[in-house]
């Protein structure tokens, strides 16, 4: 399933024929410098992966990593996309890459391209989880319009968390009926709330990244 389009790249479901790019992901050392665990020793534990994990998750919260396949090459070169981090509660915009891939501008591209996409998931506000020192992944979170909000721990080591609202973009037409503040909502909810509201019937709404 094709999730986005970009001029070098495409963001789609992972499936079967990803393992071998999943293994190489999370075993090649410089890829694994900022990334909490054990490198990956067998073709096994990336099948364990895709199944009950990134699949699982599809099925269970429609969403989850997206391969992301470079064009010019017809291959899989990382990944980017949402993940539910429980610990906080929050949705994570996760991204990793080949590092023949890196300094090429392919992460922006592609969380440009991904965080369009999150309000198809009814997801608003997205966080990534960075380790000390990673200032790539940081620049990668900055030009994305993340901001770091704080420091924590996750999975035993310490991160930055960088944050990001996904902005409303709404158009008002006044309908004739409406009263001043029959033009606002203040409710968290505006694409829900605000739809079946009679004051804002003349309101386009959509989501930017």
Request: charged content about 25%.
């Amino acid at each position: 399933m094709i999730i986005a389009e970009t001029d070098r790249l495409i963001l789609r479901h992972f499936d079967e024929r990803d393992t071998q790019a999943l293994f190489l992901l999370n075993s090649l050392p410089e890829v694994l410098t900022y990334i909490p665990g054990a490198p990956m020793t067998s073709l096994s534990q990336a099948s364990d992966i895709l199944e009950n994990v990134i699949l699982a998750n599809y099925r269970e919260l429609g969403y989850g990593r997206w391969a992301v396949e470079h064009k010019a090459d017809g291959k899989v070169i990382g990944f980017c996309g949402p993940k539910l981090i429980t610990e906080f509660n929050e949705v994570e915009l996760g991204y990793r890459y080949l590092p023949q891939y890196w300094g090429k501008g392919i992460g922006f591209e592609a969380g440009t391209a991904a965080l369009a996409r999150f309000k198809d998931y009814d997801i608003h506000e997205a966080i990534a989880l960075i380790l000390l020192g990673n200032k790539g992944s940081e620049g990668v979170a900055r030009k994305l319009g993340m901001v770091e909000r704080n420091r924590d721990k996750f999975m035993g080591h310490k991160v930055n968390v960088f944050h990001k609202v996904l902005k409303l973009l709404i158009t008002i037409k006044k309908p004739a009926n409406a009263g001043f503040f029959g033009l606002y909502c203040f409710s968290y909810q505006h694409d829900r709330t605000c739809r079946s509201c009679k004051y804002h019937r003349g309101i386009n709404y959509g989501w930017s990244a």
